[in-house]
């Protein structure tokens, strides 16, 4: 079983910056790829970022690509998310999701994650 443990949310004035962590036990780290989603509310929860197991290919949609970076330290068993230029629409929880498929198919799809840490919430504001 893999537990994933998301921190670092909080408050946040438009064009700041955030940078979120999901802490991951129970299995070896490096063996699962990693991702970042958030829902926002009445909203469908949204793919924002995915990276490998290793961690040299990482994957973000259009709507934050250059304002988010997802990167991972194998040694901490640890995913970050770096969020730069923060607007008021990126206010939403986040979630870490961790999946044993190492490869590329499926990446921004919620059913092909194995494992989803409790969300941590991000306000933006104005």
């Known amino acids: 079983q893999v537990q994933l443990v998301e921190s670092g949310g909080g408050l946040v004035q438009a064009g700041g910056s955030l940078r979120l962590s999901c802490e991951v036990s129970?299995?070896?780290?490096?063996?699962?790829?990693m991702a970042w989603f958030r829902q926002a509310p009445g909203k469908e929860r949204e793919f924002v970022a995915h990276i490998s197991w290793t961690g040299v290919s990482t994957y973000n949609p259009e709507s934050v690509k250059g304002r988010f970076t997802i990167s991972r330290d194998n040694a901490k068993n640890t995913v970050y998310l770096q969020m730069n230029s923060l607007e008021p629409e990126d206010t939403a929880v986040y979630y870490c999701?961790?999946?044993?498929?190492?490869?590329?198919?499926?990446?921004?799809?919620?059913?092909?994650?194995?494992?989803w840490g409790q969300g941590t919430q991000i306000t933006v504001s104005s």
């Open positions: 999701a961790a999946r044993h498929y190492g490869g590329s198919y499926g990446i921004q799809t919620i059913n092909q994650y194995d494992y």
């Open positions: 129970g299995r070896t780290f490096s063996s699962v790829a």
